[in-house]
């Protein structure tokens, strides 16, 4: 054993916990078939990432608790045993088994019932990757421990600037401290509907000097003393390690703990995978190489070391078979065994082991798991397809998708910000059947993580919107503005979820189950209001977005039925909605809008879509002077400018033979 380790303890190893069980569905649906600890990033499973990370940084043994999925963690730590991983060399890792546990802190108190842990430990919650050293900082918390007797937990936080893409917008925190450390305040924002901070006067006054910091990042590891499995035990309130520092701060005086942290900045680094917000950001990270050592062509272990590394962060296997008029543009990975055919881009994406990808395919801002066939003339850009999935040729899958495990779409399938799964859902309509192998999935929240009064839509957002650009960002979303008449506290975050995206969701839901419901439009129409207020968009946006929901309801309710003739029927019965929203020049022009968004990434409307302009034009949606005054700013070298020339030459043409008639 190490001095700095008899420094600790003489009698004990160094231990740490690894909470490897996710409790919430954010992962959904690629976690129905592949655990959380299993998911790749970078083609490696999470896993190895948090063991290395823990031997590297001096963990002697390990606990890993899983509650589901049990045999398949089993399998793979004793396969990578079995190959030698780095962290199998230093570190001894044993699988603790719970099914009944349904929380963060269940776990935590089925451990402190075994009593496995003898001191001090570490303490990780699911999907933790870094690279800092870990002995330093448990000295650190023993010499506390020796200060203060009460002291239960140091909270291991990372420096990260506002705006920085690393800091996740639901674990925005403002933390309050005294100036050798010890927590007085610790408020995650990103969940709380508040926009106003209170800090306590009395907090102020008790302490000579506090600090109050919003530059702060969450890492999801803490030290804990031998206390804290006690203390989760007697408060079976605790569900979350936030239940517990909230519990503590509250409870100070009867509980008798506090709680410190440590600040890791400079070329330290660590987080968690917490949403694919975070699994994005992390995997750019590793990428442009924050995470040294543990970056692709070095490998997390001796069984991972098979990339070379080119120019513009692309990475790519030995065995790679990649064609000359192939394309492989900035922040790539390129898995073992992959083929990449004739004229077919992929950019800031990371592809997995054994895909084969066809012809003219573009591959943007996605990632694609290992065994997938992507065929000829695919689009894909910021989604995420599991393994084993086969795309077949002309499919477009855009803005957000998640494709599950095993998923087949069939030939020139178009879907946007949806969920896919393989299997049928138990609760779902058969309207939401693709095909055998494809379901979509409607998310309800189950996460433990947010009270039901904090929910409001939060999981949802984590899942809709995947931003790797800061260009991709609205710069200033109204949903998270304060201003200063309000008094509040202003703050800026990483990129934000899209409100307007959201609305639109919540439209399109509205108008389906109204449709087959057969509920009167008036009705609908006060809950689009109701949205409107609840999500904070604009009249324009709330015209835009009617348009083009019911524009993507025939995909929803006449699966596999002529688009122009569903869409008719829709028309017709949403007509009162139309006519309520339609009413000057300026709603005229948002429609058209819809209209040319929606019809420039979707071949159906873009074939019919002088016959939808013609539909809207007879209702008197739509005046003749708008529809040439639109007309006349569209580029004049698309294909949709194509479709559309017929219906205004004819417009003109009325026109021409009306002012004739007139003379």
């Known amino acids: 054993m190490s001095k700095l380790n008899k420094d600790v303890s003489q009698k004990d190893v ?47 043994e390990t606990f890993l608790f899983c509650c589901s999925n049990v045999d398949t963690i089993k399998q793979h730590i004793k396969k990578s045993i079995e190959k030698s991983a780095g962290w199998s060399l230093t570190m001894q890792v044993r699988v603790i088994v719970s099914e009944s546990c349904r929380s963060f802190g269940d776990c935590l108190r089925d451990l402190d019932a075994k009593g496995l842990i003898r001191s001090d430990f570490v303490l990780l919650e699911p999907g933790i990757v870094g690279n800092i050293k870990l002995l330093p900082i448990l000295k650190k918390h023993v010499d506390i421990c020796k200060a203060d007797k009460g002291a239960a937990m140091t909270l291991v936080l990372q420096e990260a600037g506002v705006g920085q893409k690393g800091r996740c917008l639901y674990e925005e925190l403002l933390l309050v401290a005294t100036t050798n450390y010890r927590v007085l305040l610790h408020q995650k924002l990103g969940v709380s509907k508040k926009r106003k901070i209170e800090v306590p006067l009395e907090m102020i006054m008790d302490n000579s000097s506090v600090n109050i910091y919003h530059n702060l990042k969450d890492t999801h590891l803490a030290i804990c003393s031998a206390s804290v499995l006690p203390l989760f035990s007697d408060n079976f309130d605790f569900q979350t390690k936030d239940d517990f520092v909230r519990g503590l701060l509250m409870n100070e005086e009867i509980l008798g703990s506090t709680i410190y942290w440590h600040r890791i900045s400079g070329s330290e680094y660590a987080a968690a995978v917490t949403n694919w917000r975070m699994y994005q950001s992390i995997s750019r990270d590793i990428l442009h190489r924050w995470l040294y050592p543990l970056v692709p062509d070095m490998g997390i272990s001796s069984q991972h070391r098979n ?33 990449v055919a004739d004229k077919t881009n992929v950019s800031r994406s990371i592809i997995g082991e054994s895909v084969k990808i066809g012809k003219n395919v573009v591959i943007e801002d996605s990632y694609v798991f290992s065994n997938t066939v992507i065929k000829d003339h695919c689009d894909i850009k910021h989604s995420v397809i599991g393994h084993d999935c086969v795309i077949e040729p002309q499919c477009k899958i855009t803005q957000a998708c998640i494709l599950g495990d095993g998923v087949k779409l069939h030939k020139k399938t178009v879907i946007e910000n949806e969920l896919i799964q393989s299997q049928k859902p138990k609760d779902e309509l058969l309207t939401n059947k693709l095909n055998e192998k494809a379901y979509k999935l409607k998310i309800q929240n189950c996460s433990t993580e947010i009270s039901d009064s904090e929910e409001d839509g939060l999981l949802s957002r984590k899942l809709l919107r995947l931003h790797i ?19 509040e506290l202003s703050y800026t975050t990483s990129p934000v979820p899209d409100d307007t995206n959201l609305f639109l969701n919540e439209v399109i839901d509205s108008l389906a189950r109204g449709f087959e419901d057969k509920l009167q439009c008036d009705n609908l129409i006060l809950e689009i209001n109701s949205s409107r207020y609840a999500y904070n968009v604009t009249v324009k946006e709330v015209n835009f977005n009617v348009v083009k929901a019911i524009l993507t309801l025939p995909f929803q309710l006449f699966v596999g039925q002529a688009y122009l003739q569903s869409l008719r029927l829709l028309l017709v019965y949403f007509s009162p909605i139309l006519t309520n929203y339609l009413r000057n020049v300026s709603a005229m022009g948002d429609c058209l809008q819809a209209i040319e968004e929606f019809a420039s990434t979707n071949n159906e409307l873009n074939e019919c879509v002088a016959a939808v302009l013609n539909w809207f034009y007879d209702k008197d949606y739509l005046s003749e002077e708008v529809i040439l005054d639109w007309f006349s700013s569209i580029d004049s070298n698309t294909r949709f400018y194509a479709r559309v ?10 026109e021409e033979a009306s002012s004739s008639g007139d003379e």
């Open 645 to 654: 020339q017929p219906f205004t030459n004819w417009l003109q043409q009325a």
């Open 307 to 339: 990339y070379v590394h080119l120019q513009n962060n692309i990475y790519r296997s030995k065995d790679v078979h990649l064609t000359q008029n192939s394309s492989l543009i900035e922040d790539v990975i390129i898995g073992s065994g992959t083929s």
């Open 14 to 60: 160094v231990q740490a916990v690894v909470v490897a069980e996710y409790f919430g569905n954010e992962f959904a649906p690629i976690t129905n078939d592949t655990p959380l600890a299993l998911l790749p990033l970078l083609n490696v499973p999470l896993i190895e990432y948090t063991l290395e990370f823990l031997s590297l940084g001096g963990i002697e």
């Open 469 to 487: 650009h800061e260009e991709d960002v609205p710069s200033d979303d109204e949903s998270f503005k304060s201003t200063d008449s309000e008094d």
